[in-house]
């Protein structure tokens, strides 16, 4: 599958004291990056909540901080699923610079309800994730 894509850029408030991306705020791009990203697939999380009582939520992340985005930095965000069962969802999002892989994580997604047990990912999401296989993101 190629990748979904998602562009943005550094503001002064993502950096730290020395100058560069502060090491948590890849997580929030890569949060940014899978919402638009469920979003283009045609999955409405508020929806979901309301009349499921389901959300996403993040089980496991592995991240590797590669190389650091600085101030006025223009990045791009690659989501890819690389494994997907009726309970989990596996990407991969890789941040970069210029085509350069400045961080990458490999992160498994799980559906919970109301209480925060775990459930089985909505079933009208497999059709969506294969379409958007095939169609190869954005």
């Known amino acids: 599958m190629d990748a979904h894509r998602f562009t943005l850029r550094v503001y002064y408030e993502d950096t730290d004291l020395a100058g560069i991306v502060y090491y948590a705020n890849y997580l929030k791009f890569i949060e940014r990056a899978r919402s638009e ?3 283009e697939l045609g999955v409405d999380q508020r929806a979901m909540k309301t009349d499921a ?3 996403f ?3 496991r992340l592995e991240a590797d901080y590669l190389a650091p ?3 006025d930095d223009v990045l791009a965000v690659e989501s890819r ?9 596996t990407l991969r999002q890789d941040v970069l ?3 350069v892989v400045l961080f990458s994580a490999r992160v498994v997604l799980v559906c919970l309800d ?3 047990r775990p459930r089985r990912l909505p079933a009208a999401l497999a059709p969506m994730i ?3 296989r095939k169609a190869g993101g954005t």
């Open 37 to 39: 990203w469920v979003r």
């Open 81 to 89: 699923v690389v494994a997907a069962s009726p309970a989990r969802l």
């Open 53 to 55: 009582g389901l959300v």
């Open 57 to 59: 939520a993040v089980r």
């Open 130 to 132: 294969a379409a958007g």
């Open 97 to 99: 610079r210029e085509g």
């Open 114 to 116: 109301a209480a925060g």
């Open 69 to 71: 985005a600085q101030f």
